[in-house]
């Protein structure tokens, strides 16, 4: 069984930074995409950024230039560096791990869909 937890949530001003951390815990070697994602009340969650097991990332427009996605392998984990924070950044930010291999075998998309806790993320102005 796959657990994600999330770190490094709070309150920041408009202009500020803060860096999410997720980290996946279970018996893995390997993890195909991991991303983040956010959701504010009354509203469908949405994608904020992902990255490939490759490196490679991909960005919401409203995110690009503000917002850094790494991950670190050997332990499992994603970053979301987040930059120039704006109001308009609120939300709850959501870490997504999608496909795996572990000591029981491996696991595509379709059958590996994990999702953190959440993490909340408020930026005055």
């Known amino acids: 069984q796959v657990q994600l937890v999330e770190s490094g949530g709070g309150l920041v001003q408009a202009g500020g930074s803060l860096r999410l951390s997720c980290a996946a815990s279970?018996?893995?070697?390997?993890?195909?995409?991991m991303g983040w994602y956010r959701q504010t009340p009354g509203k469908q969650r949405e994608l904020v950024a992902t990255?490939?097991?490759?490196?490679?990332?991909n960005y919401a427009d409203s995110v690009k230039g503000r917002f850094t996605i790494s991950r670190d392998n050997a332990k499992n984990t994603v970053y979301l560096q987040m930059n120039s924070l704006k109001p308009e950044d609120t939300a709850v930010y959501y870490c997504?791990?999608?496909?795996?291999?572990?000591?029981?075998?491996?696991?595509?998309?379709?059958?590996?869909?994990?999702w953190g806790q959440g993490t909340q993320v408020t930026v005055s102005s």
């Open positions: 997504n791990l999608r496909g795996y291999c572990s000591g029981y075998g491996c696991y595509d998309a379709g059958d590996a869909d994990y």
């Open positions: 279970g018996r893995i070697f390997s993890i195909n995409a």
């Open positions: 990255i490939t097991s490759g490196g490679a990332p």
